[in-house]
């Protein structure tokens, strides 16, 4: 697998720059099965912000550490969570809202490299991303009903929109955890991978991608996510002005040059 060029670490997370634009970000509380706390819930969208900001970084990753992907909130921080009651915890939860909200409005195409469970706030998570990629053993759990629970991190929002309102009900409702087969088959993962070749085979597809134009990536990943919230003739609109942006680079230039030329284009 293709060494990092720089990395950082932190408390509850790993930031790592590969070559070719691929900055992979890896939850680090593997003896929680990386399961969110305040700090985690700080860090990460401060990560992303920066990833987000830095011209280098064309793709992000996100994963986890150890055997699992995130486990959903940590029940046992802050303490008494589970014993109070979550109405008289609003505010902390609010914790999940802000980091799957750091997801959606990232300017770089996400990647959730889910390597183990992911569970409430972990599932939500990984729904937020635009991409997922499975290991092999990756479990998707929304499970909010066993424990008493209605869906948080964005789960009741992300998960219709994906696999449609009466899958996502089904789902919600039986509180069934779904294998990594299942949740390629109903479209929740776009490739599903064995474990020993998870890494490197995401390593491949991240570097694939982050070798497109950077500004038609970020701007192609915009119109999507907008295209959710849209009207038809809005949404013409947005494309018409983003087409624009992608017109006056030297992207679209040497793509233009090398279609000439009859050769691959290099973009910078």
């Known amino acids: 697998m293709t060494q990092p060029t720089a990395s950082e670490a932190h408390d509850t997370l790993r930031v790592e720059r590969f070559h070719g634009g691929v900055r992979t970000i890896t939850l680090d509380r593997p003896d929680r099965l990386n ?6 819930a700080d860090a ?47 505010d902390p939860l609010l ?34 991303a635009d991409i997922r990629l499975l290991s092999a053993s990756a479990r998707l759990s929304p499970g909010y009903l066993r424990i008493g629970l209605s869906p948080d991190a964005g789960v009741s ?3 219709p929109r994906l696999v449609g309102v009466g899958r996502a009900m089904e789902l919600l409702l039986t509180a069934r955890e779904l294998d990594a087969a299942e949740a390629e088959r109903i479209g929740l993962a776009a490739a599903v991978w064995d474990d020993a070749e998870f890494p490197e085979r995401v390593a491949e597809y ?24 849209s009207t038809l003739e809005a949404q013409l609109a947005r494309e018409a002005e983003l087409v ?25």
Do not use: M
């Open 35 to 40: 399961a969110v706390n305040p700090a985690l």
């Open 44 to 90: 990460l969208p401060r990560a992303l912000a920066e990833a987000s900001a830095d011209d280098a970084t064309r793709v992000i990753v996100l994963t986890g550490a150890g055997r699992g992907f995130c486990a959903g909130l940590d029940l046992r921080e802050p303490a008494g969570i589970g014993a109070t009651g979550r109405a008289d915890q609003l």
């Open 95 to 128: 914790w999940v809202g802000r980091w799957v909200q750091a997801v959606a409005h990232c300017e770089k195409p996400v990647i959730a490299a889910v390597n183990g469970v992911a569970a409430g706030a972990g599932l939500g998570l990984a729904l937020a």
């Open 157 to 159: 929002y992300f998960l």
């Open 206 to 229: 991240a570097t694939r991608i982050a070798a497109g134009p950077a500004i038609a990536l970020a701007l192609t990943r915009r119109a999507v996510r907008a295209s959710l919230d």
């Open 244 to 268: 624009r942006v992608c017109a006056r680079s030297a992207d679209f230039r040497e793509a233009i040059a090398a279609f000439a030329d009859k050769r691959p284009p290099v973009f910078e």
